[in-house]
């Protein structure tokens, strides 16, 4: 008797349910800043690079980057310092000296600011192989 009727919104206009709901659900999202922040947090949570440089055929230099984003002291999904060393690790390559570490930010005294929200950038350098 009443099929195809909306009894409870009779003057809802005949636009597909897909778009009302579309369009509801944009009133009611997250601030673009919020959303944008989640997903670059989100997105950059182990990113890494690693490069060699040969010095001779047998030994030679490395570079060894981590980012890692640190809620609430947990760091996701390693810190950034041991993403940046596992990452040179699984190379294989013989005799990985690290001589050099980097973390930045570094505060100092109140870095524990950085352990409830933050990012950390982790670079290693060393030398590789066997001298000749």
Known sequence: MFAGR??????VSRAPRAQWTAARGARRGWPPALACAL??????????????ERETRTSGTFRSSGVAVTLLSWD???S?????RENAADARVA???IERTRVFPDLGPVDWLLDIVGVRYAR???TWGSAE
């Open 124 to 126: 290693i350098s060393g």
């Open 39 to 52: 997903a670059l947090a989100l997105s950059s949570a182990s990113c890494s690079s690693l490069s060699f």
């Open 80 to 84: 950034a310092l041991n993403i940046a």
């Open 76 to 78: 996701l999904p390693n």
């Open 95 to 97: 005799n990985l000296r």
């Open 6 to 11: 909306m009894l409870h919104r009779p003057n």
